[in-house]
């Protein structure tokens, strides 16, 4: 235990008695309900979004079958509760062609309104002839998506909706099955939600492989 404190961290700094001195580095655990009583296991993303509450200070542990497909269950979530998102940004391994049609019904379907995906470079390589066309045709619609391309293994989806709710999804699994047993949580949580959109932001700006044109009043922010 006294190794711990010769990198200069203070415990006493996770407690909920002291005041938050870390900035972007370390994140207290945030406060939440309790996770529910029985047991979470489920083998279809569709089941899993029905029984999901998605209320403030919500958080659900969740073991996934095999079987079980990550991206449906994000679309299924968003549809399935009628929620608006103001801003979705996901950070994958890797997807399948069925991830991106799933992530297109989202956006064609007036969900969300702006969609940032994060995928890796070892993924971007070997689907740049064959799945990240089809991407980029698919997503880049309005000006509503931004895909970047970098070194990460994260596999998170962080959602803000229009009525102050903002979800956090992380766990082992990517976008698409595994034929492996994962598990995911999922939490409403405001400082969690920010503490991954400052990183996954900072990764989007550098990484972006799409030029937006400046909108309207940043533009004229910027000239005045």
């Given at each position: 235990?006294?190794?711990?404190f010769?990198f ?16 972007t ?5 945030p406060?939440?309900?309790e996770?529910p ?5 489920y083998?279809l993303a ?8 998605p209320?403030?200070g919500c ?15 994000i ?14 940004t996901?950070s ?6 069925n ?5 297109a019904?989202?956006i064609n379907?007036g969900?969300?309104d702006?969609?940032?995906?994060i995928?890796s470079d070892?993924?971007?390589s ?5 799945l990240?066309p089809?991407?980029?045709e ?13 070194g990460t293994?994260c596999?998170?989806c ?9 979800f ?17 949580m ?8 920010d ?5 996954q932001?900072?990764?989007i700006?550098?990484y972006?492989?799409?030029?937006k044109?400046?909108?309207h009043d940043?533009?004229w922010?910027?000239?005045?």
């Amino acid at each position: 235990m006294d190794e711990l404190f010769k990198f200069g961290v203070n415990m006493a700094d996770f407690s909920g008695e002291t005041e938050d001195t870390f900035k972007t580095r370390y994140i207290k655990p945030p406060k939440s309900t309790e996770i529910p009583e029985h047991k979470l296991k489920y083998d279809l993303a569709v089941n899993l979004a029905k029984d999901i509450k998605p209320e403030p200070g919500c958080r659900y542990f969740v073991i996934l079958d095999g079987k079980f497909i990550a991206g449906d269950f994000i679309e299924a979530f968003v549809t399935e509760h009628d929620i608006h998102v103001r801003k979705m940004t996901i950070s994958t391994l890797s997807m399948s062609e069925n991830n991106v049609d799933s992530l297109a019904n989202l956006i064609n379907g007036g969900f969300v309104d702006e969609l940032n995906l994060i995928v890796s470079d070892f993924f971007f390589s070997h689907e740049r002839r064959n799945l990240i066309p089809y991407l980029y045709e698919q997503l880049d619609k309005d000006d509503k998506f931004q895909l970047a391309v970098a070194g990460t293994h994260c596999k998170t989806c962080i959602i803000e909706t229009h009525d102050g709710m903002f979800f956090v999804i992380h766990g082992s699994a990517n976008l698409r099955s595994s034929a492996n047993i994962e598990q995911i949580m999922i939490e409403e949580s405001r400082e969690l939600y920010d503490f991954n959109h400052d990183y996954q932001m900072q990764i989007i700006e550098k990484y972006k492989t799409i030029k937006k044109s400046i909108r309207h009043d940043k533009l004229w922010n910027t000239i005045n």
